[in-house]
């Protein structure tokens, strides 16, 4: 079972970034699509942005033109770059990665994100 470790989470003022970083405990190789999810108190779960293992990138309406999404297979690791950050962008962002054969999807811990001035 493969696991996901977030980082780069933290407090930052409205309008800065923040660069978060999912390792893999195995090579990234395996997985069809890795994405970025978020979850703010009291709401659900939402998919912000998906690479898939040609690298195509998706991203959700919210987050589009602020946030890219990237792999380093050499690191094992996915990153999230997020400019521009938003009230409304706090929350808790989860990794996640689909298993290229079984479909099955692992998940990260997490890892939390403030906007506040």
């Known amino acids: 079972q493969v696991q996901l470790v977030e980082s780069g989470g933290g407090l930052v003022q409205p309008g800065g970034s923040l660069r978060l970083s999912c390792a893999a405990s195995s090579s990234i190789a395996s997985f069809s699509t890795m994405g970025w999810s978020r979850q703010a108190p009291g709401k659900q779960r939402e998919l912000v942005a998906t690479?898939?293992?040609?690298?195509?990138?998706d991203y959700a309406g919210s987050v589009k033109d602020r946030f890219t999404i990237s792999r380093d297979s050499a690191k094992n690791t996915v990153y999230l770059q997020m400019n521009s950050l938003k009230p409304e962008d706090p929350a808790v962002y989860y990794c996640s990665a689909q298993n290229y054969y079984s479909r099955s999807w692992a998940w990260g811990q997490g890892t939390q994100v403030t906007v506040s001035s």
């Open positions: 690479i898939t293992s040609d690298g195509s990138t």
